[in-house]
């Protein structure tokens, strides 16, 4: 028997089958990463052990939103573009001012030697009817005022730029210098809907 | 002047189109493997420039451990039976507050045991929302003790 040549397969439209390929994929998906501010909720405290936490009135920065989407910051009206200088002023440890918070010696074991530690507490009372932007804006400052500091801390202890380019075990002793105390409140409703 | 003139006439050979449909295969892979599946369809308003804006965002890595609760007003053919309040979406329908907690469970369940404690919450809301319905979610969350949570929000430019 003859053997019979097989004839070579057209490749000429290979190319619009990928197209078509291709096409389908980048209507089907979704290009855009999925970003945003990560939090770590407060896990619902068991009904024997609450104790009244007695902080020094010194060491808590009361941020309060109404459902006006209004400001208030230990109890006097501010505006958000001021708010991430307030909180820097707060998380830092101002050892000669006795309205800033309690200073704590830490020891980090990183850099060998005790640091002063503010002991501030941040922290955070919405109403219902505030809206989630303000929400979101306000929780911004506070977490953007942290990473500030901490980048801050960064170039003091380490020398590095910024947080981001130290090792773990560096931002862990960065970590402890400037810690993110931020609380939020029980929910409550005060003003209404 | 006759430097332009007598230009000898160069045929130009056909270009090759061989290597196209490899060209096309490599920019498809490129997209496969950079890309994600659209997750569900949105049955709540919720384009991505109605989520808040903000600029200490971080990446939501592992995106097969992560939930996601929406938030948002009802798409206009679903108002006449919904109305215009905003709602929660858990997968592709519309929720009540009371199924969070049962949608974490199931959630938790449909993932390897090692892999638990890294379970995240993604909570995309409109940013018109009022912070009550934000603060009940936060409080289910809480009971079904999901405590990773992330506000997804967009780059501020």
Known sequence: ?193 | MSKFGNRKKKSVGAIGTSSLPDVVFMILFFFMATTSMREVELRVDLKSSDLPQATEIKKLEKKSLVSYIYVGRPLDQYQTMYGTEPRIQLNSAFAELTDIYEYILAEREMRDEAERPFMTTSLKVHKDTKMGIVTDIKQELRKASALKINYSARHDI
């Open chain 1, 1 to 193: 028997m003859a053997k019979r040549e097989t004839p070579e397969v057209n490749s000429g439209s290979m190319a619009d089958i990928a197209f078509l390929l291709l096409i389908y994929w980048l209507l089907t998906t979704t290009m855009d990463v999925d970003t945003g501010i990560a939090r770590q909720l407060p896990p619902i405290p068991d009904k024997t052990d609450i104790t009244e936490v007695d902080i020094n009135k010194r060491n808590i920065f009361i941020v309060l939103i109404n459902s006006e989407n209004l400001l208030s910051v230990n109890g006097t009206t501010r505006k958000i573009e001021d708010l991430r200088d307030l909180t820097k002023e707060f998380v830092k440890s101002n050892p000669d001012d006795p309205s800033m918070p309690e200073l704590e010696s830490v020891y980090i074991d990183k850099l060998n030697k005790r640091i002063d530690v503010g002991k501030g507490v941040i922290s955070l009372q919405n109403d219902r009817g505030t809206t989630y932007g303000t929400y979101i804006m306000v929780q911004n400052e506070l977490v953007a005022a942290v990473n500030e500091l901490r980048d801050e801390a960064a170039y003091e202890h380490f020398g590095k730029r910024n947080f981001e380019a130290l090792d773990e075990d560096q931002k862990e002793a960065v970590r402890k210098i400037v810690p993110q105390r931020i609380s939020e409140a029980e929910p409550k409703n005060i003003g209404g809907k």
